[in-house]
């Protein structure tokens, strides 16, 4: 079963958006990614997010630009949660995604995270999937442990070079 669908305004940002596929793919979290517009296939979308609803889906993430209507477009016809992932682009690069993505109305909240915060946003997916999974749990920590082994390293690489 997929939990996790991933979506995005268009081609120009897969880029992005696959950081969410890596890590989604890292943890085996069954995921599908679409290319859908807020603006130009609004019904299509919604039938989209309405399918994956239907089929057992758990969380959506949504990366988008500029205006950056899909993610508010689409917690609107759901109740599952929806990650928002403001993209760099345009004149203000991704501080306009950003503003509307986490200026949501009250009632139809959106979890955002930062400009092409896309390995945030599948992380949160994970953790929000690991409420209800102890392997998930587990393989959290274990990501979280070796990030903190990583650091270690680096510093101590580090202090090596400054001893020589």
């Known amino acids: 079963m997929i939990s996790v669908g991933v ?3 268009s081609d120009s940002d897969f ?16 995921f599908e990614m679409k290319i859908s517009s ?3 296939t609004l019904k299509r979308t919604v039938e989209w997010v309405e399918s ?5 889906g758990k969380v959506i993430i949504a990366g988008a630009g500029m205006a950056a209507h899909l993610p508010g477009v689409i917690a609107g016809a759901t109740t599952l949660p ?5 993209i760099k682009s345009g004149a203000l690069e991704g501080v306009d995604a950003l503003y509307a993505i986490v200026q949501m109305p009250p009632g139809i909240p959106v979890a955002t995270v930062g ?9 949160l997916a994970v ?3 690991a409420i209800a999974d102890l392997e998930l749990q587990n393989q959290l ?19 090596d070079k400054l001893k020589a």
């Open 7 to 9: 979506i995005m305004g």
């Open 15 to 30: 880029s992005i958006m696959e950081e969410a596929a890596k890590i989604l793919q890292q943890f085996s979290v069954p």
């Open 38 to 40: 807020a603006h130009r």
């Open 52 to 56: 994956f609803e239907k089929q057992g």
């Open 82 to 86: 929806v990650i928002g992932i403001p």
């Open 115 to 123: 400009i092409n915060g896309a390995r945030n946003a599948a992380l």
């Open 127 to 129: 953790e929000m999937l």
């Open 141 to 159: 920590k274990a990501f979280r442990q070796k990030m903190a082994a990583d650091v270690e390293a680096k510093d101590s690489a580090l202090q």
